[in-house]
């Protein structure tokens, strides 16, 4: 572990350029959608299955790629996770009581559907602050990627 190859820490790079774009992707789709959305301030649709999706979008490239992001980030969505984490084994005990209580599996999905979304918007409204640090911290590590990018290769 001395020593990486110019090669490795190329392809290493590459990933982490990879990751913070597609992080930074989502972070601009969040911000749109609760920033500028009709839905949260007109209240004509629940919002809960989009955001929900976001932060498990989130959750999803953050676990599998913890090798690439900075410790900061991963700190800051094992924060997340750690208040999200009871609210969703809560969302899967509750899903696995209301499956099989229906005749056919759409009114099953549905009734899983009906008793997890308010435990979802709990989630969401409860650990919004932690989501929206990761996002802060996506845009740090970006800051730091943008150095080294915009740097002369050989200076240190």
């Given at each position: 572990?001395?020593?990486?190859?110019?090669?490795?820490?190329?392809?290493?790079?590459?990933?982490?350029?990879?990751?913070?774009?597609?992080?930074?992707?989502?972070?601009?789709?969040?911000?749109?959608?609760?920033?500028?959305?009709?839905?949260?301030?007109?209240?004509?649709?629940?919002?809960?299955?989009?955001?929900?999706?976001?932060?498990?979008?989130?959750?999803?490239?953050?676990?599998?790629?913890?090798?690439?992001?900075?410790?900061?980030?991963?700190?800051?969505?094992?924060?997340?996770?750690?208040?999200?984490?009871p609210?969703?084994?809560?969302?899967?005990?509750?899903?696995?009581?209301?499956?099989?209580?229906?005749?056919?599996?759409?009114?099953?999905?549905?009734?899983?559907?009906?008793?997890?979304?308010?435990?979802?918007?709990?989630?969401t409204?409860?650990?919004?602050?932690?989501?929206?640090?990761i996002?802060?911290?996506?845009?740090?590590?970006?800051?730091?990627?943008?150095?080294?990018?915009?740097?002369?290769?050989?200076?240190?």
């Amino acid at each position: 572990f001395h020593q990486i190859s110019k090669t490795t820490f190329e392809k290493i790079f590459e990933t982490k350029v990879e990751i913070y774009t597609n992080l930074l992707n989502l972070k601009i789709d969040f911000n749109k959608f609760y920033k500028e959305s009709h839905e949260l301030k007109v209240g004509e649709h629940d919002p809960t299955e989009h955001i929900y999706a976001m932060f498990m979008k989130c959750r999803e490239m953050l676990e599998s790629n913890k090798l690439y992001i900075s410790p900061e980030l991963s700190n800051k969505y094992d924060l997340w996770y750690s208040k999200a984490l009871p609210l969703l084994q809560e969302a899967n005990v509750e899903g696995y009581h209301a499956h099989g209580m229906a005749y056919t599996e759409r009114e099953n999905r549905q009734n899983i559907c009906d008793a997890q979304n308010p435990i979802f918007a709990q989630m969401t409204i409860e650990t919004l602050a932690e989501m929206l640090d990761i996002f802060v911290q996506v845009d740090r590590d970006i800051a730091l990627l943008r150095e080294h990018i915009d740097s002369p290769i050989g200076r240190d």
